[in-house]
C-alpha cells in the first residue's frame, strides 16, 4: 500500500467520526490474500514449464537458458568473484548519485518551499529541466564528462533529485495551514516552526519521493551502464550478450531486481519508523 | 428584527478586585465586569477594530473590553464576524485596523483541537512552552483535565474529547491572561459537552484567564459566561450580564428569560410563530 493511499484513508477517518475505533476495525481484515503457499503456485508453475522447454529443446540457450543453468552460473558468478565485484561497483555508482542527487533535490525543496524567494529562483528551473527525457542527456555527458564513472554517477544523480525535490517541496507546501496557526499562537519562531510542523509535516511525502527515486536510481544506473562501462553489472551483462550467454544476462536482471527490492524495503523500515504516530493509528 | 439596543436584563455586576491566579475562588469575589475598574488593566482592550474583506465589512469599528478573569461569550449568526475578532485577538490577523491590546498571554483553543499529530500528547503540550521543568508542568496540566495516563499517546488516537480536552490543557499549561475559545465544543456529542463543559469552568475557577468563547450555541454561553455578547454588522450589537450562580440549571427563570432575548436578538423567531 502506498503512501498515498494510506493518506486518504486517514484523511477519511479523521474526518469522520472522532470516536475511537475497536479494534476490529476493516483496515486490517482488507489486508492480506498473501496466505501461505498459494501465492507460490503460479511463479513455480511459469518456472517448470520454463524448466521443460528449455530440456525439450523448444526454448534454445540463445534465447533464453534454462532456470537450472541460471542457477549454476550465478554460483559460478559468486564463486569466481566476478558477480560480487560487479555489485560493489555498481553499488557505488548508484550510492554516489543517490547521496549526491538526494542532498540537491532535497535541498532544491528547501530553498523553494520555506521562501517565496526560493521558489521563485528554484521552481521555475526545475519545472522546465525536469520536462527534459533525461536519458537522453547522455550524449552530451559522454561529451561533458568523458565514459568514466562520472557521467554514471552524474545520470543516477540526475535522476534521483527530480522525485525527492518534487515530493519535497509538495510536502512542505502541502503542510496543514491550521498547524501553522498553532504554531504561531504558540509562539514558535520560524526555526522552530520549520523544524516541528513543517519539516516533520513533509516527511510523508519526502518518503514518497524517496522511493520513487530509488526507483528511478535503479533504472538510470542501468542505462547509463549500458553504455561504455568497463565494470559493473552493466558491464556483465553487454559482456555476456558478446558472447550469447543469456544465463549470465539473467543472473545480472536478477540481481538488480534483488538490490531494487532491497532499497524499496530499506525505506518502508524508515517509513514505517519515521511515520509510527501514523501507523499506530491505522492499526487500531 | 430585533432592536439594536444593548438590553441589560440583570443589573451590570460591581467591579472587582483582580484575583490572584491558581486559587479556587468562591462565586461571590468573582469576575469584574466589563467595564475596567480603577488600577486594573483589562485583559484585553478593543477599540474601534475593523477588518474588511475586499468589499465586505466584516468587524466595522468594534469596541470590546474583557476584565481580567472574566468569561465572556461571543455569539452570532455565521458571518458575523465572531472568528474573525478571535483570531485579531489570537494575533493570527495581521491586516485589522483599530486598537487591539492584550494584557498578558493568549492562548487559544480552536474549533478542531489541532494538536501536532506527529508529536506524542505531552510533547504537544510543551511545545513552545517557554518555563522551567516544561516536562513537569505539562504532566500536571493532563493530570488537571484527566489525560495523565494519555502523555505518551499519539494525538491520532485520542477520541474527540480526549483531543479537545488535550488542546485546553496546551493552551492552559502557558497559564495565558486570555484564553480564546473558538466554538471548541461544536464537534463533541452531547454528553462528552456536558463533562468538557464542566471541566471549562473547573480549569477557569482554579487558574482564572479571563475567557472569550466563541459559539453558537445560545444555552452553552448561558451555561458558562458571565456576560453575553451579541456580533451584529461587525459590531457588539447586545450584551447581557448573567448573574445566575454556577453550576446553572437550564430551567433557571432568569436563564429563561434571557434564552428568549438572545434567540430574538439572534434573529430566531419564538416558538409557535414560525
Known amino acids: 500500500m502506498s503512501v498515498v493511499e494510506l493518506e486518504g484513508e486517514l484523511g477519511s477517518a479523521v474526518r469522520g467520526d472522532p470516536r475511537p475505533r475497536t479494534r476490529s476495525g476493516t483496515l486490517s481484515g482488507v489486508r492480506g490474500p498473501g496466505r501461505g503457499w498459494h501465492r507460490w503456485v503460479s511463479p513455480l508453475v511459469v518456472v517448470l514449464l520454463w524448466q521443460a522447454a528449455s530440456a525439450s529443446g523448444l526454448l534454445p540457450a540463445r534465447l533464453l537458458a534454462a532456470p537450472t543453468r541460471i542457477a549454476a552460473t550465478a554460483l559460478d558468478l559468486v564463486g569466481s568473484g566476478t558477480l560480487p565485484t560487479a555489485i560493489a561497483v555498481s553499488l557505488e555508482r548508484v550510492l554516489l548519485g543517490f547521496a549526491a542527487g538526494a542532498v540537491a533535490g532535497v535541498g532544491l525543496a528547501l530553498v523553494a518551499g520555506l521562501s517565496r524567494a526560493g521558489e521563485n529562483a528554484v521552481d521555475p528551473i526545475m519545472q522546465m529541466l525536469r520536462a527534459l527525457p533525461f536519458f537522453g542527456l547522455i550524449p552530451l555527458f559522454i561529451l561533458w564528462f568523458g565514459i568514466g564513472e562520472t557521467p554514471k554517477v552524474l545520470l543516477v544523480a540526475l535522476a534521483v533529485s527530480f522525485p525527492l525535490y518534487l515530493n519535497t517541496f509538495a510536502g512542505i507546501r502541502g503542510v496543514d495551514g491550521k498547524l501553522a496557526e498553532v504554531a504561531r499562537t504558540l509562539r514558535l519562531g520560524r526555526a522552530a516552526l520549520v523544524r516541528h510542523i513543517v519539516l516533520p509535516g513533509a516527511l510523508p511525502q519526502t518518503l514518497v519521493g524517496l522511493r520513487q527515486s530509488l526507483g528511478v536510481a535503479w533504472l538510470a544506473l542501468i542505462v547509463a551502464e549500458q553504455v561504455n562501462a568497463d565494470a559493473g553489472l552493466g558491464y556483465m551483462i553487454n559482456d555476456a550478450r558478446e558472447f550469447l550467454r543469456t544465463d549470465v544476462i539473467v543472473v545480472g536482471l536478477l540481481v538488480y531486481s534483488a538490490l531494487g527490492l532491497l532499497t524499496d524495503a530499506l525505506v518502508r523500515l524508515l517509513e514505517r519508523r519515521a511515520l509510527v504516530w501514523r501507523r499506530e493509528f491505522l492499526s487500531r | ?274
Open chain 2, 1 to 274: 428584527m430585533a432592536p439594536r439596543v444593548p438590553v441589560p436584563l440583570t443589573a451590570p455586576a460591581p467591579p472587582a478586585e483582580e484575583t490572584p491566579r491558581n486559587r479556587k475562588r468562591p462565586e461571590s469575589e468573582r469576575t469584574p465586569a466589563g467595564a475596567a475598574s480603577p488600577g486594573v488593566r483589562p485583559a484585553a482592550t478593543v477599540r474601534g477594530l475593523t477588518r474588511r474583506f475586499g468589499d465586505r465589512t466584516v468587524l466595522d469599528g468594534l469596541d470590546l473590553t474583557i476584565g481580567r478573569g472574566e468569561f465572556v461569550a461571543l455569539l452570532g449568526r455565521s458571518g458575523s464576524g465572531k472568528s474573525t475578532l478571535l483570531r485579531a485577538l489570537a494575533g493570527l490577523d495581521g491586516e485589522v485596523e483599530g486598537g487591539l491590546e492584550v494584557d498578558g498571554s493568549v492562548a487559544v483553543a480552536f474549533q478542531e483541537p489541532r494538536l501536532v499529530p506527529w508529536k506524542r500528547v505531552r510533547d504537544n503540550l510543551t511545545l513552545g512552552l517557554d518555563a522551567p521543568d516544561p516536562a513537569g508542568k505539562a504532566e500536571a496540566a493532563l493530570a488537571e483535565v484527566g489525560l495523565a495516563e494519555r502523555a505518551r499517546a499519539w494525538p491520532l488516537t485520542l477520541s474527540g474529547g480526549e483531543a479537545q480536552r488535550a488542546s485546553l490543557a496546551r493552551a492552559l499549561v502557558r497559564e495565558p491572561g486570555l484564553l480564546l475559545l473558538d466554538e471548541p465544543f461544536s464537534a463533541l456529542d452531547a454528553l462528552t459537552r456536558i463533562t468538557v463543559h464542566r471541566l471549562v469552568l473547573d480549569l477557569w475557577a482554579a487558574h482564572g484567564p479571563a475567557v472569550l468563547l466563541v459559539t453558537h450555541d445560545v444555552d452553552e454561553a448561558l451555561q458558562l459566561a458571565d456576560r453575553i455578547l451579541v456580533l451584529d454588522d461587525g459590531r457588539v450589537a447586545h450584551e447581557w450580564t448573567v448573574a445566575a450562580q454556577r453550576p446553572r440549571h437550564r430551567d433557571h427563570p432568569d436563564l429563561l428569560t434571557l434564552r428568549a432575548a438572545l434567540l430574538a436578538a439572534l434573529g430566531v423567531p419564538p416558538e409557535g410563530t414560525a
